[in-house]
């Protein structure tokens, strides 16, 4: 009876019968080496994966597709007129140019799941924001709209990305009067 995942298999001690020398080359046969190896074998996979590496998922695969992590962006409270473009990351400063806020991912993988909150807007135009990687646009997108307060979401598109890549955010803000300010924002990487 199995006793992983509640405890590390504990084998008994194996030998072969008095006289009998283990030869690799007799695969017909089984000797007690062969048990030992594969027993070492789980034990060392047991021991690497922990007891219940499930955990409350409902296999190991599952648990492993839900590691992901979520980035905060550090949107700019201060506001941003109409007519204007800024770029932002994870600092709550807003550059002028790409380049000046770029930042490198660390590892592949996919990033998806926008989530920008406004604080405060009276733009009489609508804002949108977007990532950019390697300083292209990508479909990771969502528009604020004039005068709107609400959660924006972009839950249907994702990007992937190579480790070195440079990621940035863009905001455009629309409109002929008014100023937005971003109470915070977040998006999630899952890396591969």
Do not use: Q
């Not at 955990?55 to 109409?82: A, H, M, N, P, Q």
């Not at 932002?88 to 990033?111: E, S």
């Not at 646009?137 to 528009?143: N, R």
């Amino acid at each position: 009876m199995a006793t992983y995942p509640s405890g590390v298999y504990d084998p008994r001690t194996k030998e072969n019968k008095d006289g009998i020398i283990y030869d690799e080359a007799k695969t017909k046969v089984l000797f007690a080496e062969d048990l030992i190896n594969l027993d070492d074998e789980v034990v060392a996979i047991e021991k690497e994966l922990g007891t219940n590496p499930k955990g409350s998922f409902s296999d190991v695969k599952t648990r492993l597709e839900s590691i992901k992590s979520i980035i905060f962006l550090g949107l700019t409270e201060y506001g941003i007129d109409f007519g204007n473009t800024k770029y932002f990351w994870t600092t709550r400063y807003a550059g002028n140019t790409l380049d000046y806020v770029k930042y490198p991912i660390p590892a592949a993988g996919k990033i998806k799941n926008l989530y920008v909150k406004p604080s405060w807007n009276d733009c009489n135009g609508s804002t949108t924001i977007t990532l950019y990687k390697n300083g292209g646009a990508t479909a990771l997108t969502l528009t604020i709209n004039s005068s709107s307060t609400a959660l924006a979401t972009d839950t249907t598109h994702e990007v992937s990305v190579s480790a070195g890549d440079y990621l940035v955010m863009k905001i455009e803000v629309g409109g002929t009067s008014g100023a937005i300010g971003i109470a915070g924002g977040s998006i999630e990487f899952i890396p591969s």
